[in-house]
C-alpha cells in the first residue's frame, strides 16, 4: 500500500526526477530475458550500476562545480521493464507483479491505433519500423546516458557483461543533444522542455511553472490517484513511455515556407504559431509578433503567462503545441496538472547540413504515475482532438493525428484574421511514429530485493491464452 510520506531520493531511479540524468549523449539498449531465475539472481548486482536520483544529484552538482570548464566525464544509468518483462521475471518467482495498468499490460503496439499512429497498408500493425512490432521480445530497456557515446558504450557493456548469458541484446537506439548553439533545441529548432512542471519538494518554481504532486510521477506517493492500491514493490517507481519519433525537417521548412504564402505571413511567424513558442523559447503568448531572445532567456518570464479560452484570446492558437499538451487556463491549472508528465527525451541523428538525406527525430521518454492519465491522454485526448479545447483548434500541428481525416482545419493561424483556416494533413508527415513502447522503472530497493528474489521452483506465466508450468499470480500482455 502506498504512502504520502516524504520522497526518499536513494529509493528513486535517476531519470525521473530533478531534470533527469545529465545527458549530451544517450543510448537505449532494448533486452530481453532469456533464463528468468539467473537474471533475477544478477540482477542484484546490477543495481550497483543503476543511478539513484540522489546519485544524480551528486553528479550534477560535480557537473556544476567544475572550475576547470569543459565536459565532465559523467555517466549514469536506468533499467525499465515492460509488461512482458516483469512477467518473466514473475516466472521465477513467488511475487505477484502485477501492475495493474491497463495500458501498460496492453503494450503500446496494442494502442497504437487509438494513439492514432499511421497504419501498415493493409494491416492493423501500425507503420513503424519492424524492430519495434514484435513486443513479445522486448523485456526491458537500459538507458545510459552521459558525456559522451562512448562512456554510455561502456556502462552499457558492464551491465551485459553482469546479466551475462541470462539477458541479450534485441536492439538499441542511440540520441545526442544538438551541437553548439542548437543545444537544447529540436531538430525543427525551437528550444525544448521550456514548460516542464516543477515536481512538489523537489524542484525550486520559477514564475508561471506549475508545481505538481510527486505521485503524478512517482506511484505510491501524494498524488497519485491510485496510491492506496499500490503494492509495496511499486512505490517509487514510475511509467516510462519511448517513443521514436521521426522528424522530417526538410518537410517542415518548406510547409512553413509554402503556407506562410498563402497565409500573408512569414514562416517564422508560421512556425511560432504551430508551436506556441519561437525558436528561442519566447511564447508568443507574450510576444505574438518577434522572436524577443531577452524574454526567452528569463527564467523569471519564460512561463510566466496563461491561456483563457472563455476571452477568446488568441495570440496563441488553441491548436498550437504548447497549448494542446498544456492548456493552462483553459481548463484551470489544478484540473491540467492532474495530466502532467515529466518529459527526457533526446534528439537523434545527423545535422542537416551534415546529411541532408539521413534520418533525424526525437527519442520521446516521459515519465508518469499513470499511462493512460498521462501520455496517452494527452495523445488521444487533447493532441489528436480537433474540437479541442474548442471548435476549429484543429489537431496539433507537432504530435496531433488521425487516421479518420485527410485534412484538418486550424485556426488562429494567421494574427490578422483568427477565424481564416488552415488546412493541414490528418497523417502527420512531419513528426512520424517509428515505434515504441511502454515500461515501469521500478526503484531501487525493489530491484535489489522483491526483483531479484528467485523461488525454488518453476512457474507458469502467461501470455495472452498461453501458458506453460506450474502456478504463480499470472500477469496478462498483449502479443498482438
Not at 4 to 28: A, R
Not at 397 to 404: K, L, R, T, V, W
Not at 458 to 467: A, D, I, P
Request: net charge neutral; aromatic share 8%.
Amino acid at each position: 500500500m502506498g504512502s504520502t510520506d516524504s520522497l526518499n531520493l536513494d529509493n528513486i531511479q535517476g531519470d525521473i526526477l530533478g531534470d533527469g540524468l545529465p545527458k549530451l549523449s544517450e543510448t537505449f539498449l532494448f533486452f530481453t530475458i532469456n533464463d528468468p531465475r539467473s537474471f533475477c539472481q544478477r540482477l542484484n548486482q546490477v543495481s550497483n550500476e543503476i543511478a539513484s536520483t540522489t546519485h544524480v544529484k551528486d553528479l550534477r552538482s560535480g557537473i556544476a562545480n567544475n572550475a576547470g570548464g569543459g565536459i565532465v566525464p559523467a555517466v549514469g544509468a536506468n533499467i525499465a521493464f515492460s509488461c512482458h518483462g516483469l512477467q518473466k521475471v514473475t516466472c521465477s518467482q513467488a511475487s505477484d507483479l502485477n501492475t495493474q495498468d491497463p495500458a501498460f499490460d496492453a503494450g503500446m503496439k496494442a494502442g497504437a491505433a487509438s494513439l492514432a499512429d499511421p497504419l501498415r497498408s493493409g494491416s492493423s500493425d501500425p507503420a513503424w519500423e519492424d524492430v519495434y512490432l514484435h513486443p513479445e521480445n522486448v523485456h526491458g530497456v537500459i538507458l545510459a546516458a552521459g558525456s559522451d557515446d562512448g562512456i554510455c558504450s561502456q556502462k552499457l557493456q558492464t551491465i551485459m557483461s553482469i546479466f551475462g548469458p541470462s539477458a541479450g541484446e534485441v536492439h538499441r537506439v542511440s540520441g545526442k543533444v544538438r551541437p553548439g548553439e542548437m543545444k537544447g533545441h529540436e531538430h525543427f529548432g525551437y528550444m525544448d522542455g521550456v514548460s516542464q512542471p516543477a515536481v512538489q519538494g523537489i524542484d525550486t518554481a520559477t514564475p508561471g511553472q506549475d508545481i505538481v504532486s510527486h505521485g503524478t510521477f512517482i506511484c505510491g506517493r501524494n498524488g497519485d490517484r491510485f496510491a492506496s492500491q499500490r503494492p509495496a514493490w511499486m512505490i517509487d517507481g514510475s511509467f516510462l513511455c519511448f517513443r521514436k519519433l521521426q522528424q522530417n525537417v526538410q518537410d517542415w521548412n518548406k510547409f512553413l515556407v509554402d503556407a506562410s504564402n498563402q497565409l500573408g505571413t512569414w514562416s517564422d511567424q508560421l512556425g511560432s504559431r504551430l508551436v506556441g513558442r519561437w525558436k528561442s523559447g519566447c511564447p508568443i503568448q507574450l510576444s505574438p509578433d518577434f522572436d524577443d531572445r531577452n524574454l526567452a532567456a528569463d527564467p523569471n518570464r519564460v512561463n510566466k503567462f496563461d491561456f483563457d479560452s472563455i476571452s477568446n484570446d488568441f495570440r496563441c492558437p488553441m491548436g498550437a503545441h504548447i497549448r494542446k499538451t498544456n492548456p493552462r487556463g483553459d481548463l484551470g491549472r489544478a484540473t491540467v496538472n492532474q495530466f502532467r508528465i515529466l518529459r527526457r527525451g533526446i534528439p537523434y541523428g545527423n545535422e542537416v547540413d551534415a546529411d541532408p538525406t539521413g534520418e533525424r527525430g526525437l527519442l520521446f521518454v516521459c515519465y508518469q504515475s499513470n499511462i493512460s492519465q498521462g501520455f496517452k491522454f494527452i495523445q488521444e485526448t487533447w493532441a489528436n482532438q480537433a474540437v479541442f479545447a474548442s471548435e476549429g483548434a484543429g489537431v496539433d500541428a507537432i504530435m496531433g493525428q488521425s487516421n479518420s481525416q485527410k485534412t484538418i482545419n486550424m485556426r488562429g493561424l494567421y494574427p490578422q484574421d483568427a477565424s481564416r483556416p488552415l488546412a493541414l494533413s490528418g497523417i502527420n508527415r512531419f513528426v512520424v511514429p517509428k515505434g515504441g513502447e511502454y515500461f515501469f522503472s521500478p526503484s531501487m530497493s525493489a530491484l535489489k530485493t522483491t526483483l531479484s528474489t528467485v523461488r525454488e521452483h518453476g512457474c507458469t506465466h502467461q501470455v495472452g491464452n498461453h501458458r506453460s508450468k506450474a502456478t504463480v499470480p499470472s500477469i496478462t500482455c498483449h502479443t498482438q
